[in-house]
């Protein structure tokens, strides 16, 4: 079974500062990869998602993350914080054949200060 | 081109009571799927329906069913409510098969809010 592990429930930047969500995944097989942000009283949406193209995958609103096999890492990252990335940030795996069925992590809060 | 819906978005139940909630998927897509978010949680998967059938099913009990219409629409059913079942119901649909946008990918709507009091 595939499943992520989010370092940091919290993560706390000044705007303008870098950006960097963890993610490590487990999977006996070649995996998909996701992030998806959740703004408050508000479903999941999309960011960007890794499906064995290019290793490096820009997402929405000027994130992207970078696929790492030796590393077992799909971290999220953004140059410069802005006040309305302010969100909860979730990674999530699924494997390819059967349903797709992704496995999420615990999420992770990114608080941006002024 | 409409995304996901859900309703109601808020609600509140007693407990011992059941409990229906809507999904219509996103245009072009047959599959449903179901997660439960409890509040500092990632979502939990429930279970999956595709071609009016329940293709795959996660760790929850049976007081917890579904349908799905062969409109691509589907209900969630709680029955026998617990306390523990408050928190954010998520419909997220995607499409079977092969393809740029297949099911490799899902689509959320903005959830269902149910409190068991």
């Known amino acids: 079974a595939q499943s992520v592990t989010q370092l940091g429930s919290h993560v706390s930047v000044s705007e303008g500062a870098l950006v960097l969500l963890r993610c490590n995944y487990s999977s006996s097989v070649p995996p998909y990869l996701f992030w998806y942000v959740q703004y408050p009283n508000q479903g999941l949406q999309l960011l960007l998602k890794?499906?064995?193209?290019?290793?490096l995958v820009k997402g929405i609103t000027g994130f992207e993350a970078e696929f790492k096999k030796s590393e077992t890492s799909f971290h999220l990252t953004k140059p410069s914080a802005h006040m309305s990335d302010a969100a909860e940030y979730f990674c999530a795996v699924s494997v390819r054949g059967g349903s797709y069925i992704p496995t999420f992590g615990r999420g992770t809060s990114l608080i941006v200060h002024p | 081109d409409a995304g996901v819906t859900q309703s109601p978005t808020h609600l509140i139940k007693t407990r011992g009571q059941q409990v229906t909630l809507r999904c219509s998927p996103k245009?072009?897509?047959?599959?449903v799927s179901w997660y439960q978010q409890a509040l500092g949680q990632g979502p939990q998967f429930i279970f999956q329906y595709y071609e009016e059938e329940e293709r795959q099913r996660g760790n929850f009990p049976d007081r917890f069913s579904g349908h799905q219409f062969p409109n691509y629409s589907s209900e969630l059913n709680v029955n026998a409510l617990l306390l523990g079942d408050s928190a954010l119901y998520l419909c997220?649909?995607?499409?079977?098969?092969?393809?740029?946008?297949?099911?490799?990918?899902?689509?959320f709507g903005e959830g269902s809010w149910l409190t068991v009091v």
């Open positions: 997220a649909s995607s499409l079977s098969g092969t393809g740029k946008d297949s099911g490799n990918t899902i689509y």
């Open positions: 245009s072009g897509h047959d599959t």
């Open positions: 890794y499906t064995s193209a290019a290793t």
